[in-house]
């Protein structure tokens, strides 16, 4: 079975900090991974992917890949209420198949 | 506009009733997805096709059935053997060829009684 772990949170920050989301896999082939964002009753929505190791920033989001570690992070700078949300991360594997972990909640404070 | 559509956005059936859940592209993408999430939980991978009239079972196929006789539509069928139906259905797509970036629908909401 392949697995893709995440805290469930909920995970506070205030206002203008940091957010990190934090994400294990156990499959090393694994190829790609994809963070999501759902809001309550609403859909995931891609917000970053990443497909080699290393950093890969995209506004005030930046994911983190180690493929040694089986390990992906999702930063969130000067977070916002807005970005209040559950966070899903994912995991690509061959023949086109994805594994979803269960999401991180963030709450943002103002 | 590009996108994914899915209907109804909820929809109400008595048990022992089938259902068939749509779901329509127009992003010329090649992969249709649909997954299943239960409240607090991640999505699970019902079934998947890579191209037209092709699919294969995800990790929770049982009680559920699917047809991509076209490019854009691949509707999902819950038949009355599935033993808990009531969920939020998503489908997906991705573009296939090497990009494997995943656009969800806005998902319909089951609710059998």
């Known amino acids: 079975q392949k697995e893709v772990e995440q805290n469930s949170g909920p995970l506070s920050v205030p206002e203008g900090a940091i957010a990190s989301l934090n994400c294990t896999y156990s499959?090393?082939?694994?190829?790609?991974f994809f963070w999501y964002r759902q809001y309550s009753g609403k859909s995931p929505e891609l917000i970053m992917f990443?497909?080699?190791?290393g950093d890969k920033e995209d506004g005030r989001f930046t994911a983190q890949l180690n493929k040694a570690s089986q390990y992906v992070s999702l930063l969130i700078r000067d977070s916002q209420p807005s970005d209040s949300a559950t966070y899903l991360c994912a995991a690509h594997y061959n023949f086109n198949k994805f594994y979803f972990g269960s999401g991180t909640k963030l709450n943002v404070k103002p | 506009d590009g996108g994914i559509t899915q209907s109804p956005k909820y929809l109400f059936r008595k048990e022992g009733q089938n259902v068939t859940l749509s779901c329509e592209q127009n992003l010329n993408h090649d992969a249709m997805y649909w997954y299943r999430q239960d409240p607090g939980q991640g999505l699970r991978l019902i079934y998947y096709?890579?191209?037209?009239?092709?699919?294969q079972k995800g990790d929770i196929a049982e009680g559920y059935s699917v047809s991509r006789e076209k490019k854009e539509s691949f509707p999902l069928t819950v038949t009355s053997a599935q033993k808990n139906p009531t969920a939020f259905y998503l489908c997906?797509?991705?573009?296939?060829?090497?990009?494997?970036?995943?656009?969800f629908g806005p998902g319909t909401r089951l609710t059998v009684t």
């Open positions: 997906a797509s991705t573009p296939g060829q090497g990009y494997y970036e995943q656009y």
């Open positions: 990443i497909y080699s190791n």
């Open positions: 096709s890579q191209i037209v009239n092709d699919f």
């Open positions: 499959d090393r082939g694994s190829q790609s």
